[in-house]
T-cell receptor
Protein backbone atom coordinates (compact mmCIF):
# COMPACT_ATOMS: atom_id res chain seq x y z
CA UNK A 1 0.00 0.00 0.00
CA UNK A 2 1.52 3.35 -0.98
CA UNK A 3 -0.77 5.62 1.00
CA UNK A 4 0.16 7.97 3.82
CA UNK A 5 1.44 6.10 6.85
CA UNK A 6 1.64 7.28 10.43
CA UNK A 7 3.44 5.83 13.41
CA UNK A 8 2.64 4.97 16.05
CA UNK A 9 -1.06 4.40 15.58
CA UNK A 10 -1.71 4.75 19.31
CA UNK A 11 0.24 6.41 22.08
CA UNK A 12 -0.54 6.57 25.79
CA UNK A 13 1.64 8.86 27.85
CA UNK A 14 1.68 10.55 31.20
CA UNK A 15 1.20 14.26 31.58
CA UNK A 16 4.48 16.11 31.28
CA UNK A 17 6.16 13.59 29.00
CA UNK A 18 7.31 14.36 25.45
CA UNK A 19 5.94 12.46 22.48
CA UNK A 20 6.93 12.33 18.82
CA UNK A 21 4.83 11.17 15.90
CA UNK A 22 6.01 10.32 12.43
CA UNK A 23 4.28 10.73 9.07
CA UNK A 24 5.45 9.21 5.80
CA UNK A 25 3.65 10.88 2.90
CA UNK A 26 2.89 9.43 -0.48
CA UNK A 27 6.11 9.30 -2.47
CA UNK A 28 6.84 12.51 -4.41
CA UNK A 29 4.09 14.47 -2.66
CA UNK A 30 5.64 17.83 -1.91
CA UNK A 31 3.03 19.16 0.52
CA UNK A 32 2.52 17.68 3.96
CA UNK A 33 -0.10 18.74 6.50
CA UNK A 34 -0.75 18.06 10.16
CA UNK A 35 -4.25 18.24 11.64
CA UNK A 36 -5.67 17.47 15.07
CA UNK A 37 -9.09 15.97 15.68
CA UNK A 38 -10.91 15.70 18.98
CA UNK A 39 -13.91 13.46 19.58
CA UNK A 40 -17.02 14.54 17.68
CA UNK A 41 -15.28 17.37 15.87
CA UNK A 42 -13.82 17.77 12.41
CA UNK A 43 -10.05 17.91 11.96
CA UNK A 44 -8.34 21.22 12.76
CA UNK A 45 -5.34 22.43 10.83
CA UNK A 46 -2.05 22.67 12.69
CA UNK A 47 0.70 23.28 10.14
CA UNK A 48 1.89 22.47 6.66
CA UNK A 49 5.11 22.06 4.71
CA UNK A 50 5.98 22.52 1.11
CA UNK A 51 9.02 20.37 0.60
CA UNK A 52 11.13 21.09 3.72
CA UNK A 53 9.77 24.60 4.32
CA UNK A 54 7.13 25.09 6.99
CA UNK A 55 4.84 27.62 5.33
CA UNK A 56 1.95 28.04 7.72
CA UNK A 57 1.27 27.41 11.40
CA UNK A 58 -2.10 27.60 13.10
CA UNK A 59 -2.67 29.46 16.36
CA UNK A 60 -3.43 25.99 17.77
CA UNK A 61 0.25 25.13 17.44
CA UNK A 62 1.49 26.29 20.82
CA UNK A 63 5.18 26.59 21.61
CA UNK A 64 5.07 23.07 23.04
CA UNK A 65 4.47 21.75 19.54
CA UNK A 66 7.15 21.52 16.89
CA UNK A 67 7.07 19.96 13.46
CA UNK A 68 9.87 19.20 11.07
CA UNK A 69 10.29 17.85 7.60
CA UNK A 70 14.05 17.80 7.30
CA UNK A 71 14.56 16.37 3.83
CA UNK A 72 11.21 17.12 2.34
CA UNK A 73 10.06 13.54 2.76
CA UNK A 74 8.82 12.25 6.14
CA UNK A 75 7.74 14.60 8.91
CA UNK A 76 7.72 14.49 12.68
CA UNK A 77 5.43 16.24 15.12
CA UNK A 78 6.73 16.58 18.67
CA UNK A 79 4.69 17.63 21.68
CA UNK A 80 6.70 18.62 24.72
CA UNK A 81 5.38 18.55 28.29
CA UNK A 82 2.11 16.95 27.23
CA UNK A 83 -1.14 18.04 28.85
CA UNK A 84 -4.43 16.18 29.11
CA UNK A 85 -5.90 18.62 26.60
CA UNK A 86 -3.47 17.30 24.00
CA UNK A 87 -5.40 14.02 23.88
CA UNK A 88 -6.66 13.77 20.33
CA UNK A 89 -6.18 12.10 16.96
CA UNK A 90 -3.27 13.59 15.05
CA UNK A 91 -3.74 13.29 11.31
CA UNK A 92 -1.21 13.74 8.57
CA UNK A 93 -2.06 14.42 4.94
CA UNK A 94 -0.01 14.88 1.81
CA UNK A 95 -0.66 16.34 -1.61
CA UNK A 96 1.03 17.04 -4.90
CA UNK A 97 1.16 20.59 -6.21
CA UNK A 98 -0.85 20.69 -9.37
CA UNK A 99 -3.71 23.07 -9.89
CA UNK A 100 -4.86 25.19 -6.98
CA UNK A 101 -7.29 22.55 -5.78
CA UNK A 102 -5.01 19.61 -5.11
CA UNK A 103 -6.45 16.63 -3.25
CA UNK A 104 -5.17 15.91 0.23
CA UNK A 105 -4.59 12.26 1.08
CA UNK A 106 -4.87 11.47 4.76
CA UNK A 107 -3.17 8.86 6.86
CA UNK A 108 -4.95 6.75 9.49
CA UNK A 109 -3.86 9.04 12.30
CA UNK A 110 -2.07 8.65 15.63
CA UNK A 111 -4.38 8.57 18.61
CA UNK A 112 -2.81 10.18 21.66
CA UNK A 113 -4.09 9.72 25.19
CA UNK A 114 -2.48 11.79 27.92
CA UNK A 115 -3.13 10.47 31.42
CA UNK B 1 -12.91 31.59 5.59
CA UNK B 2 -16.47 31.36 4.36
CA UNK B 3 -18.47 28.95 6.49
CA UNK B 4 -20.64 25.99 5.61
CA UNK B 5 -23.73 24.64 7.34
CA UNK B 6 -24.67 20.98 7.24
CA UNK B 7 -27.24 18.88 9.09
CA UNK B 8 -25.72 16.99 12.01
CA UNK B 9 -27.00 13.63 10.86
CA UNK B 10 -28.97 11.86 8.15
CA UNK B 11 -30.24 8.35 7.63
CA UNK B 12 -30.60 6.36 4.46
CA UNK B 13 -31.51 2.87 3.39
CA UNK B 14 -29.09 0.69 1.53
CA UNK B 15 -29.26 0.93 -2.26
CA UNK B 16 -31.26 4.14 -2.15
CA UNK B 17 -29.96 7.54 -3.29
CA UNK B 18 -28.74 9.97 -0.65
CA UNK B 19 -28.73 13.75 -0.96
CA UNK B 20 -26.46 15.50 1.51
CA UNK B 21 -27.07 19.27 1.61
CA UNK B 22 -24.63 22.05 2.39
CA UNK B 23 -25.35 25.75 2.74
CA UNK B 24 -22.61 28.28 2.07
CA UNK B 25 -24.37 31.61 1.71
CA UNK B 26 -21.17 33.68 2.12
CA UNK B 27 -19.24 31.84 -0.58
CA UNK B 28 -16.95 34.04 -2.65
CA UNK B 29 -16.47 33.88 -6.38
CA UNK B 30 -13.15 32.09 -6.09
CA UNK B 31 -14.19 29.48 -3.50
CA UNK B 32 -14.25 25.89 -4.62
CA UNK B 33 -16.66 23.46 -2.91
CA UNK B 34 -14.96 20.30 -1.69
CA UNK B 35 -16.42 17.22 -0.06
CA UNK B 36 -14.43 14.81 2.06
CA UNK B 37 -15.73 11.93 4.11
CA UNK B 38 -14.37 10.12 7.12
CA UNK B 39 -15.15 6.47 7.68
CA UNK B 40 -15.01 5.18 11.27
CA UNK B 41 -11.47 4.96 12.64
CA UNK B 42 -9.93 6.31 9.44
CA UNK B 43 -8.58 9.60 8.17
CA UNK B 44 -10.74 11.71 5.86
CA UNK B 45 -10.82 10.87 2.17
CA UNK B 46 -11.54 13.10 -0.80
CA UNK B 47 -14.90 12.64 -2.49
CA UNK B 48 -15.40 15.38 -5.06
CA UNK B 49 -15.04 19.10 -5.69
CA UNK B 50 -16.45 21.75 -8.01
CA UNK B 51 -16.64 25.47 -8.69
CA UNK B 52 -19.80 26.28 -10.65
CA UNK B 53 -20.86 23.34 -12.77
CA UNK B 54 -22.21 20.05 -11.53
CA UNK B 55 -19.56 17.35 -11.27
CA UNK B 56 -19.64 13.57 -11.43
CA UNK B 57 -17.05 10.98 -10.52
CA UNK B 58 -17.07 7.31 -9.64
CA UNK B 59 -17.93 8.01 -6.01
CA UNK B 60 -20.60 10.67 -6.18
CA UNK B 61 -22.15 13.65 -7.92
CA UNK B 62 -22.00 17.26 -6.82
CA UNK B 63 -24.91 19.53 -7.65
CA UNK B 64 -24.18 23.24 -7.21
CA UNK B 65 -26.98 25.79 -7.04
CA UNK B 66 -26.97 28.48 -9.68
CA UNK B 67 -26.25 31.20 -7.10
CA UNK B 68 -23.63 28.89 -5.49
CA UNK B 69 -25.05 29.51 -2.05
CA UNK B 70 -25.75 25.83 -1.58
CA UNK B 71 -24.69 22.47 -2.93
CA UNK B 72 -25.72 18.84 -2.63
CA UNK B 73 -23.59 15.74 -2.57
CA UNK B 74 -25.43 12.85 -4.19
CA UNK B 75 -24.62 9.22 -3.52
CA UNK B 76 -26.58 7.38 -6.17
CA UNK B 77 -26.91 4.05 -4.36
CA UNK B 78 -25.90 4.05 -0.74
CA UNK B 79 -24.05 1.04 0.60
CA UNK B 80 -23.22 0.16 4.17
CA UNK B 81 -19.66 1.24 3.41
CA UNK B 82 -20.90 4.79 2.78
CA UNK B 83 -21.71 5.24 6.47
CA UNK B 84 -19.37 8.06 7.42
CA UNK B 85 -19.13 11.71 8.39
CA UNK B 86 -19.33 13.90 5.30
CA UNK B 87 -17.65 17.29 5.32
CA UNK B 88 -18.49 20.16 2.97
CA UNK B 89 -15.51 22.52 2.76
CA UNK B 90 -14.89 25.77 0.93
CA UNK B 91 -11.42 26.31 -0.41
CA UNK B 92 -10.20 29.58 -1.88
CA UNK B 93 -8.77 29.15 -5.33
CA UNK B 94 -7.13 32.54 -5.24
CA UNK B 95 -5.25 33.25 -2.04
CA UNK B 96 -3.24 30.09 -2.00
CA UNK B 97 -4.26 29.12 1.53
CA UNK B 98 -3.81 25.39 1.43
CA UNK B 99 -5.31 24.07 4.64
CA UNK B 100 -8.76 22.52 4.72
CA UNK B 101 -11.20 24.03 7.23
CA UNK B 102 -13.49 21.25 8.43
CA UNK B 103 -16.78 21.85 10.21
CA UNK B 104 -18.64 19.19 12.17
CA UNK B 105 -19.99 17.50 9.06
CA UNK B 106 -23.04 15.29 8.54
CA UNK B 107 -23.01 11.83 10.03
CA UNK B 108 -24.67 9.49 7.52
CA UNK B 109 -26.15 6.26 8.78
CA UNK B 110 -27.07 3.60 6.23
CA UNK B 111 -29.61 1.00 7.22
CA UNK B 112 -29.58 -2.45 5.61
Amino acid sequence: DTGVSQNPRHKITKRGQNVTFRCDPISEHNRLYWYRQTLGQGPEFLTYFQNEAQLEKSRLLSDRFSAERPKGSFSTLEIQRTEQGDSAMYLCASSLIQASQETQYFGPGTRLLVL
Amino acid sequence: DAKTTQPNSMESNEEEPVHLPCNHSTISGTDYIHWYRQLPSQGPEYVIHGLTSNVNNRMASLAIAEDRKSSTLILHRATLRDAAVYYCILRDGDTGRRALTFGSGTRLQVQP
